[in-house]
Every structure is written in structure tokens, then in C-alpha cells.
């Protein structure tokens, strides 16, 4: 038998000796693995994050299609230009034969210039309606197809529009879109996947805070 009080005598193993063959590891040492542990499946899931964006505020897309609106400035006669390009390599397949702009006020809206050959573009938003929407159409062009250009001159406005909204492609699975836009030069917008690793910067400073705190 034990001698009286031995029971309440004994000490806790010492971290890192072996007990029935399993090693017994400090609080610290469990506590920063698991923070390592948490970095580790952070970076794995900002690394695997993915966007169908332009990076910048005057550019939208959906599907592979890119849409950017830049003002062109005015046209010299009391209009303003607006160069719209829509970047079709690598999309996703489909057709466009139409889309619908938006310039809010508006009295008129004409094609200035174009690489796609198209030249009809009447008041509407061509499947639906919608206020102060232009419809564009013409020939289909698949998609893919490189980069398609057009330039608009608006009139009737008394500044050089800077929103816009484009309607197109709906019944076309991923490559539909119906958003606003800004025009103009537009702000750099970063990549939810660098969003994600900015946030776990964050997290990793926290965190080596922490690790300083257990080592200390």
C-alpha cells in the first residue's frame, strides 16, 4: 500500500516526458499548434478563392464576358462619348446579337464607332422594359470572339455621364448579366482573393501576438 498522503503528494507529470508511452506536451506548445493549425487552413482557403471580376469599379462581368465603360470626353458638339468594349476571349460559349445600356437622361444615344459592324441602337432595353435603357444589336457574334468595341455618343445631358447599366445575354446561363456600372477610369477594386489574404494577414499578426504571449 502507499505510505499516508503519498496520494496527495504526487506531482503532475513534467511537460514533454512520457506517461504509458504518450508524451505530455505544455498548454503553450498545445495552444500554438492550434494557431498554426488555423493559419495553415486560412491560407489554403484564400489561395482557392476565385472571382469573376475585372478589378476595377467601371468594368463588370459575368460568365467570362467583361464590360467596360470609359468616358470619352466630349464629342465637340454639345454630346459626351462613351468607349464600351466587352472582352470575350476565354468565356464561357454563347451568342450576342443584342444588350441594353442605360443613360439616365438621355434624349438621345447613337454608335459613333464599332469594330462589330452593328448600327442599330433605338430607345428600350430590347426583351424587357426598363427607363432610359438603349438597345444594340446586330449580327450575332459567338462568343468567344476577342474584344468588341463601340463608341456612344449621348446627348442631352448637361455633364458627361458617369453610371450606366448593362442588360444582356439572359437567356445564356452564366454569361447573363444586369448590373450597374460606373463610367469613367474607374477605382481599382482588389480580388476577393486578395481580400481573403489581407483578412488573414490580420488574423496572422493577432495570432503571432498570441504565440509571443505563450513563449513569453
Given at each position: ?12 507529470p ?7 508511452g504518450?508524451a ?23 489561395g ?6 475585372c ?17 470619352g ?11 464600351l ?15 441594353g ?29 426598363k ?10 457574334i ?16 448637361n455633364?458627361?455621364?458617369?453610371l450606366?447599366?448593362?442588360h ?49
Amino acid at each position: 500500500m502507499f505510505p499516508s498522503g503519498s496520494m496527495m503528494a504526487a506531482k503532475a507529470p513534467t511537460p514533454g516526458t512520457e506517461v504509458f508511452g504518450k508524451a505530455i506536451f505544455a498548454p503553450r506548445f498545445v495552444a500554438c499548434s492550434r494557431v498554426a493549425s488555423m493559419f495553415a487552413v486560412a491560407f489554403c482557403f484564400a489561395g482557392a478563392a476565385k472571382a469573376d471580376t475585372c478589378g476595377s469599379t467601371n468594368c463588370v462581368s459575368a460568365g467570362g464576358v467583361t464590360w467596360t465603360f470609359t468616358s470619352g470626353g466630349s464629342d465637340g458638339s454639345g454630346g459626351y462619348l462613351v468607349d464600351l468594349s466587352i472582352g470575350t476571349t476565354g468565356a464561357h460559349s454563347g451568342s450576342l446579337s443584342e444588350f441594353g445600356v442605360q443613360f439616365t437622361g438621355a434624349s438621345k444615344v447613337t454608335i459613333s464607332n464599332t469594330n462589330t459592324g452593328w448600327s442599330s441602337i433605338v430607345s428600350g432595353n430590347c426583351v424587357s422594359s426598363k427607363a432610359n435603357f438603349w438597345c444594340v444589336s446586330g449580327s450575332p457574334i459567338n462568343v468567344p470572339d476577342g474584344t468588341e468595341t463601340f463608341v456612344f455618343d449621348v446627348t442631352g445631358l448637361n455633364g458627361p455621364p458617369t453610371l450606366s447599366d448593362v442588360h444582356a445575354l439572359q437567356d445564356q446561363g452564366p454569361l447573363a448579366i444586369s448590373t450597374g456600372v460606373e463610367i469613367g477610369p474607374g477605382a481599382s477594386v482588389p480580388e476577393p482573393s486578395s481580400g481573403m489574404l489581407g483578412l488573414w494577414g490580420v488574423i496572422a499578426l493577432a495570432g503571432l501576438s498570441l504565440f509571443r504571449k505563450f513563449v513569453a
